[in-house]
Protein backbone atom coordinates (compact mmCIF):
# COMPACT_ATOMS: atom_id res chain seq x y z
CA UNK A 1 0.00 0.00 0.00
CA UNK A 2 1.15 3.51 -1.36
CA UNK A 3 0.43 6.34 0.92
CA UNK A 4 2.00 9.53 -1.33
CA UNK A 5 1.18 13.78 -0.84
CA UNK A 6 1.30 13.94 2.55
CA UNK A 7 3.30 15.93 4.83
CA UNK A 8 5.43 13.74 7.14
CA UNK A 9 6.74 13.87 10.64
CA UNK A 10 9.21 11.10 10.99
CA UNK A 11 10.36 8.97 13.77
CA UNK A 12 13.88 10.97 13.38
CA UNK A 13 11.93 14.43 13.84
CA UNK A 14 12.25 15.36 10.25
CA UNK A 15 9.54 17.40 7.96
CA UNK A 16 8.92 15.99 4.73
CA UNK A 17 6.59 18.28 3.30
CA UNK A 18 5.59 16.16 0.50
CA UNK A 19 6.18 12.66 0.82
CA UNK A 20 5.32 9.10 0.63
CA UNK A 21 4.65 5.86 3.04
CA UNK A 22 5.16 2.40 1.48
CA UNK A 23 3.71 -0.26 3.52
CA UNK A 24 4.23 -4.08 2.70
CA UNK A 25 3.02 -7.19 4.53
CA UNK A 26 1.60 -5.16 7.58
CA UNK A 27 5.45 -3.03 7.82
CA UNK A 28 6.42 0.44 6.98
CA UNK A 29 9.69 -0.48 4.94
CA UNK A 30 10.15 3.09 3.10
CA UNK A 31 9.13 6.69 3.70
CA UNK A 32 10.80 10.00 1.70
CA UNK A 33 10.38 12.89 -0.29
CA UNK A 34 8.07 11.95 -3.36
CA UNK A 35 11.09 12.68 -5.81
CA UNK A 36 11.96 9.30 -4.93
CA UNK A 37 8.54 7.84 -4.82
CA UNK A 38 8.36 3.81 -6.17
CA UNK A 39 5.00 2.79 -7.59
CA UNK A 40 2.56 0.58 -6.09
CA UNK A 41 -0.54 -0.90 -7.74
CA UNK A 42 -2.79 -0.31 -4.36
CA UNK A 43 -2.11 3.48 -4.02
CA UNK A 44 -3.81 6.14 -1.74
CA UNK A 45 -3.60 10.57 -2.61
CA UNK A 46 -3.22 12.19 0.69
CA UNK A 47 -2.94 15.78 -0.11
CA UNK A 48 -3.58 17.92 2.60
CA UNK A 49 -3.00 15.23 5.31
CA UNK A 50 -0.44 15.05 7.71
CA UNK A 51 1.29 12.26 9.50
CA UNK A 52 2.62 12.31 12.59
CA UNK A 53 5.24 9.17 13.47
CA UNK A 54 3.19 7.03 16.12
CA UNK A 55 -0.33 9.12 15.42
CA UNK A 56 -1.60 5.82 14.04
CA UNK A 57 -0.53 2.63 13.60
CA UNK A 58 -1.07 2.30 10.04
CA UNK A 59 0.43 -1.18 9.87
CA UNK A 60 -2.83 -1.99 11.17
CA UNK A 61 -5.32 -0.34 8.94
CA UNK A 62 -7.36 -1.62 6.17
CA UNK A 63 -7.75 -0.75 2.84
CA UNK A 64 -11.36 -0.36 4.26
CA UNK A 65 -10.21 2.02 6.71
CA UNK A 66 -7.64 4.64 4.82
CA UNK A 67 -11.02 4.78 2.20
CA UNK A 68 -13.09 5.96 5.28
CA UNK A 69 -10.02 8.05 6.99
CA UNK A 70 -9.90 10.51 3.24
CA UNK A 71 -13.69 10.36 3.19
CA UNK A 72 -13.98 12.00 6.52
CA UNK A 73 -10.78 13.85 7.12
Known amino acids: MLLYNAGIF ?7 ENGYILIKDGKIIDVGPMDF ?32 FLLHH
Not at 10 to 16: N, P, V, W
Not at 39 to 68: A, P
Open 10 to 16: TACSAFI
Open 37 to 68: CPNDEEKYDLSGHLFIHGSRDWTRTSNLEVNS
